[in-house]
């Protein structure tokens, strides 16, 4: 079946760059998603990517996609404490979206 | 512009109790609503989605059900609560022809 898969945390200092990465199974995906989920709230869509494009830069945040080895990846540059959260990487399937577990990111200034 | 809400915010049930947790969504006309639930463990579990008033799928066999009365009033319930009922749901919406989904703000929900 689908499956998105994520490392589980990353530690990053102030100001430095973040590389969140997610890779997943369904080559059919039309759309890939980056969610942002700070504690105790809902989930909050980031970004996305169109299936037929490598890269899509929005301010701090550059995604990537390799489609030949199915692999996602989220920067975030200057990353700042407010950007400590958890990220979700999600593929399209079937009308549905499927999440990967997240990647808790933690920021120390 | 849309907005969704979920209420209530926290909810502490006893065991054998019965639930009820709404979730409305303003600003957009026959949405797709979805049901998730995210355990400890953080993944986010898809319970139910509907597509339309009265139209409901079930994700996984559980102790919880799902209704639509309304094109934009989605209800999660049960009759009786386990204690592994637990955790925090969040229920979402997309337009009929994206899959973007747009989240509520959740409701944690503790059995004891």
């Known amino acids: 079946g689908e499956d998105v898969e994520q490392s589980l945390f990353l530690s990053v200092r102030e100001g430095d760059s973040s590389v969140i990465n997610c890779t997943y199974t369904d080559s059919s995906s039309t759309y890939l998603y980056w969610y942002k989920q700070e504690p105790g709230a809902g989930l909050q869509l980031l970004t996305y990517i169109f299936s037929n494009m490598d890269m899509k830069q929005d301010q701090r945040l550059t995604v990537l996609l390799n489609k030949k080895d199915k692999h996602l990846s989220l920067r975030i540059a200057d990353t700042q404490t407010g950007d400590s959260a958890i990220y979700f990487c999600?593929?399209?399937?079937?009308?549905?979206?499927?999440f990967g577990q997240g990647t808790e990111l933690s920021v120390k200034p | 512009s849309q907005t969704i809400h979920q209420w209530p915010a926290t909810l502490v049930q006893p065991v054998g109790s019965p639930l009820s947790l709404e979730c409305t969504v303003e600003?957009?006309?026959?949405?797709?609503l979805y049901w998730y639930r995210q355990a400890a463990g953080r993944g986010l579990q898809l319970l139910f989605y509907s597509v339309g008033i009265g139209q409901i799928s079930s994700e996984v066999p559980q102790n919880l059900s799902a209704s639509r009365p309304q094109d934009r009033q989605f209800i999660l319930s049960s009759k009786k609560l386990l204690l592994s009922d637990s955790g925090f749901y969040l229920c979402?919406?997309?337009?009929?022809?994206?899959?973007?989904?747009?989240f509520g703000p959740g409701t944690r929900l503790t059995v004891l």
């Open positions: 979402a919406w997309s337009g009929a022809s994206v899959a973007e989904q747009f």
């Open positions: 999600a593929e399209s399937s079937g009308g549905k979206l499927i």
């Open positions: 600003g957009t006309s026959n949405p797709n």
